[in-house]
Nanobody, 123 residues
Framework: QLQLVESGGGLVQPGGSLRLSCAAPGFTLDYSAIGWFRQAPGKEREAVSCISRSGNTVTYSNSVAVRFTISRDNAQNTVYLQMNGLKPEDTAIYYC????????????????WGRGTQVTVSS
């Protein structure tokens, strides 16, 4: 079964940057749209960004647009989320997930998930 692996989280000061990676060891991500979601303690899971199978279409939530950039390297079978200008409200566990159709903000439409990577923004 496809299992995604997120990495790149950590503790960073406000205004700092992190780059998250999403990989699928042993499987190809070429045929999947990949979404990034996050969930903070006591809050619902929310969509952050998504990239289409081709990489030609990307979406961002209003809260991260301009600051975050999603990209994919199919040769490396990896999807990235570059996060700049981090704010304390970005603190959450970040998950990536696959969908064999178009991007969606509804996390229920995604099939395979990773275990997440913690991002903490604090001074």
């Amino acid at each position: 079964q496809l299992q995604l692996v997120e990495s790149g989280g950590g503790l960073v000061q406000p205004g700092g940057s992190l780059r998250l990676s999403c990989a699928a060891p042993g499987f190809t991500l070429d045929y999947s749209a990949i979404g990034w979601f996050r969930q903070a303690p006591g809050k619902e899971r929310e969509a952050v960004s998504c990239i289409s199978r081709s990489g030609n279409t990307v979406t961002y939530s209003n809260s991260v647009a301009v600051r975050f950039t999603i990209s994919r390297d199919n040769a490396q079978n990896t999807v990235y989320l570059q996060m700049n200008g981090l704010k304390p409200e970005d603190t959450a566990i970040y998950y990536c997930a696959t969908r064999y159709f178009r991007c969606s903000n509804n996390w229920g439409y995604y099939g395979s998930w990773g275990r997440g990577t913690q991002v903490t923004v604090s001074s």
